[in-house]
């Protein structure tokens, strides 16, 4: 399954996965508005990826098939108060 990355531009580490390249309807107004502007940064052919650096590939398939994308966003700070 071939995929497209778009990173935000307004929301550091933070990457939105279409299942069709710039078909942006699929993503709703309010999620759209909070990434901002957005650039294509690479095209990915799931079906050839094991694992990808920060999502899990088959909960990627998953999310683009039922709803046409898939957000990833930065992972989570964790302050261990010594």
Do not use: I
């Not at 502007?37 to 094991?50: G, N, P, T």
């Not at 909960?59 to 302050?79: H, K, W």
Request: net charge negative.
């Amino acid at each position: 399954m071939l995929c497209f990355v778009y990173k935000s531009l307004k929301k550091s580490d933070t990457y939105l996965f279409l299942k069709d390249k710039d078909h942006f309807e699929d993503v709703p107004e309010a999620l759209r508005g909070m990434l901002g502007k957005l650039e294509f940064v690479m095209e990915v052919d799931l079906a050839q990826r094991e694992k990808l650096a920060q999502a899990d590939t088959e909960q990627v398939c998953l999310q683009l098939n039922r709803q046409g994308f898939y957000l990833q966003l930065p992972p989570a700070t964790v302050f261990h108060n010594t």
